[in-house]
């Protein structure tokens, strides 16, 4: 020990820092793992995640959920108004339940008027037999997870959760087979659009010279066109006598095309700001080549960056194909999805009688909210200098 001016001791032996168990295991944690732990305090993105990942694995089993095939018509209930789920029958408990709903013209307004007929309750099937449908595209099965009540006396009571469009088809079950479109295409419009954007961003990053002010000239050129007219005439380009998967894959295609520029910008200025770093210029040295530099040294820098923007970018990709479905330039029927149905609902008076056809904007809101709160939520934890 030696004894300090202001009477301190300080000890002689040389710095041994002793770290506790849960430091050392900080220390030692892999990337994935802080960031993880960075994440779950982040609630709106953990739980937008968690909704997010719940929506998507539920995708092969929407014929299971979904109580009608999207296109099941039922010619006796157009426009019949959303029907709620009761438990309980004059004070007796009798399960869930619905009333059926009986159908009367109004001369006065010349529409008709939806009569629940409250002394007849008719309990819902569950797990019970329906329409066929193939799990994930592939196993062909008829069983459902609640049905509508049972016949009798050869009356037909349909279910309508969330009522029935102008064709008399199940809103809910048409919003349930609509994600399966509406989500999968942000899936594949982003790989697309990721797959051009870091290799033409790479590549003029990278080399530079001519190269680089090719691409530049390339990616200047395509943001100048109006983004709008040029899906819209793109989209207007596809034959009328494709089939649905096929106008699906290439509306797809489409917004992956139009969405890679500024993604390349971005890898570009990442490339320009790496190249120079003295471990880059190490395994050139060591005779690494070009690409191998690119995949395990510049790329692995900023995956953090590309996550992030991946996530922020679906819900760009979602509203495109809605909005060129909306207005019918996207997928067309007999495909199902969410801006498919939002065509049906282009008329204002129609929406003021008939309030539930708009219902398919509620799951577009809540998916690009969600997407957005996720992305936010990793750009802060993938971020080294966010606290």
């Not at 900080?26 to 909704?51: E, Q």
């Amino acid at each position: 020990m030696t004894q300090m001016r202001d009477d301190h001791y300080v000890s002689d032996a040389p710095y041994e820092p002793d770290l506790t168990e849960i430091e050392r295991t900080d220390l030692d944690a892999p990337n994935w793992l802080l960031v993880w732990r960075k994440f779950r305090t982040h609630r709106l993105g953990l739980i937008s995640g968690a909704f997010l990942l719940f929506c998507y694995l539920s995708l092969p089993f929407i014929g299971f959920i979904a109580p009608y095939s999207p296109n099941e018509r039922h010619s006796e209930h157009l426009y019949s108004p959303p029907q709620g789920v009761h438990f309980f029958h004059d004070g007796q408990f009798l399960g869930p339940f619905v009333y059926p709903m009986t159908s009367e013209a109004n001369l006065e307004t010349f529409q008709w008027e939806f009569i629940p007929d409250l002394e007849n309750p008719r309990k819902l099937r569950f797990l019970c037999e329906g329409a066929s449908y193939k799990i994930a595209g592939l196993i062909p099965a008829d069983t459902h997870l609640f049905c509508p009540p049972e016949v009798y006396d050869e009356e037909v009571v349909p279910f309508f959760l969330l009522g029935s469009d102008r064709l008399g088809r199940d809103v809910f079950s048409r919003i349930l087979y609509g994600a399966q479109l509406s989500l999968t295409v942000g899936l594949i419009g982003i790989t697309v659009s990721f797959v051009l954007g870091i290799f033409f961003g790479s590549l003029a990053g990278y080399f530079g010279g001519p190269l680089d002010w090719s691409i530049n000239r390339l990616i200047e050129v395509l943001r100048s066109l109006p983004e709008l007219p040029l899906w819209l005439a793109l989209s207007a380009a596809v034959p009328s006598y494709w089939s649905p998967v096929s106008v699906f894959f290439v509306i797809s295609i489409i917004l992956g095309l139009l969405d890679w520029p500024g993604l390349a910008r971005s890898v570009r200025a990442k490339f320009l700001s790496l190249r120079e770093e003295e471990y880059v210029r190490a395994a050139e040295m060591m005779g690494a080549s070009s690409g191998r530099v690119i995949r395990k040294h510049l790329l692995p820098n900023f995956i953090s960056h590309l996550i992030a923007s991946a996530a922020l970018s679906i819900p760009a990709m979602i509203l495109g194909e809605t909005a060129l479905s909306y207005l019918g330039l996207g997928l067309r029927a007999p495909a199902v999805s969410w801006g498919v149905m939002l065509n049906d609902a282009q008329n204002l008076a129609s929406i003021e009688i008939y309030p539930w056809t708009a219902i398919p904007m509620l799951p577009i809101v809540i998916v690009v909210l969600a997407f957005n709160f996720l992305g936010d939520g990793l750009r802060d934890s993938l971020d080294p200098y966010q606290q």
